[in-house]
């Protein structure tokens, strides 16, 4: 169980988290909307340890994960809204740089890496420089990079964000695809898409969870309406 308890954060003196609080079981695909500032970002930052809460817990199994952050980075896959590559190294060797760079051990990178790269369709391109690959390739290269320890917890941020439709719809059902073994949260702006492989959905606005939406088992254009009609609500 992966609980998110009363998360505050504040940048100088404003305020854009203020009481942030919600639940993911292992199965569960989680998507946080909100308006452009609502902190969405900045929360997947405290939950991925790249930024610190001013007060607030995030707990794995009912252990304090903030309080043994290397062991909970171990648990976990985090790939930002502009994931940084190193575009003139092979796919192949970044992802064996990064999962030694992860701490695996030099007996497992190279199952860890296959298993990576075959779950998000990138073995295709493993002797390629990062650099010749398309946007929607080396998102794939990031998001593996984000698979290599098989994490209990993932975080993708805006990841659909600048990718057509045939891509989108590969990316989604590549996380719906790791939800069957970890807590999948993701943020972004293609709520129809987003709708047809979350189960469930939060609204972040004024610094807090103002409205859930469930989504598992039913109509995306159905989820996606109610989605917008609360992003709407929100607003006024």
Request: charged share 25%.
């Amino acid at each position: 169980m992966y609980e998110v308890r009363n998360i505050a954060f504040s940048y100088s003196r404003r305020k854009v988290l203020r009481d942030v609080s919600f639940v993911v079981s292992p199965g569960e695909a989680v998507c946080i909307v909100g308006e452009n500032g609502a902190g969405k970002t900045t929360l997947l930052k405290i939950l991925a340890t790249l930024a610190q809460p001013d007060s607030g817990l995030v707990m794995m199994d009912g252990q304090d994960a903030l309080a043994r952050p290397l062991k909970y980075r171990r648990q976990l896959g985090y790939m930002g809204e502009a994931p940084a590559l190193y575009e003139d190294m092979a796919v192949k060797d970044y992802l064996e740089y990064r999962a030694a760079l992860k701490g695996e051990t030099k007996k497992r990178i190279r199952r860890r890496v296959g298993e990576a790269a075959e779950m998000c369709a990138v073995s295709g391109v493993m002797k390629s420089p990062i650099r010749t690959l398309s946007l929607g390739m080396k998102k794939r290269v990031a998001l593996a990079d984000a698979m290599l320890l098989r994490p209990r917890v993932l975080l993708l941020d805006d990841f659909l964000a600048g990718l057509d439709v045939s891509m989108r719809n590969e990316m989604g059902a590549t996380m719906a695809s790791v939800a069957a073994f970890a807590s999948v949260i993701v943020t972004g702006h293609e709520i129809g898409d987003l709708a047809k492989w979350s189960t469930r959905f939060l609204v972040l606005s004024g610094g807090l969870i103002a409205s859930t939406i469930p989504a598992a088992g039913l109509d995306a254009a159905t989820v996606a309406a109610r989605v917008e009609n609360a992003l709407k609500g929100a607003k006024a």
